[in-house]
Nanobody, 126 residues
Framework: VQLQACGGGLVQPGGSLRLSCAVSGLTDDYAIAWFRQAPGKGREALSCISGTDDGIYYADSAKGRFAISRDHAKNTMYLQMNTLRPEDTAVYYC?????????????????????WGQGTQVTVSS
């Protein structure tokens, strides 16, 4: 299984970016998620799509500004990020989880995901 993330870069405050993550080696239903890690901080969950019922979950830091999506035909997941702020600067990671899936209370936990992309840097600065 491989996850390949791309789409990061330098963007001004208030700008937008769309991250993509191509997934190979998983063909059946799987859960997907986006995390990020800012310098000196732990990895933070942003959003996920459940492998059980396609339910979508967002962390408070992502609600209203970020949108997760997936294209089953392309085996690709996305994170649309709008109204970016300097505090959004971080390395962004995509992740996937094959069955059996984590219980609902653990769906935003880093430990629930078996497969990770290499990370893509997002820098929000003027």
């Amino acid at each position: 299984v491989q996850l390949q993330a791309c789409g990061g870069g330098l963007v001004q405050p208030g700008g937008s970016l769309r991250l993509s993550c191509a997934v190979s080696g998983l063909t059946d239903d799987y859960a997907i998620a986006w995390f990020r890690q800012a310098p000196g901080k732990g990895r933070e969950a942003l959003s996920c799509i459940s492998g059980t019922d396609d339910g979508i979950y967002y962390a408070d830091s992502a609600k209203g500004r970020f949108a997760i999506s997936r294209d089953h035909a392309k085996n690709t997941m996305y994170l649309q990020m709008n109204t970016l702020r300097p505090e959004d600067t971080a390395v962004y990671y995509c992740a996937a989880d094959a069955p059996p899936f984590a219980i609902a209370s653990m769906i935003m936990s880093e430990s629930s995901y078996d497969y990770w992309g290499q990370g893509t840097q997002v820098t929000v600065s003027s």
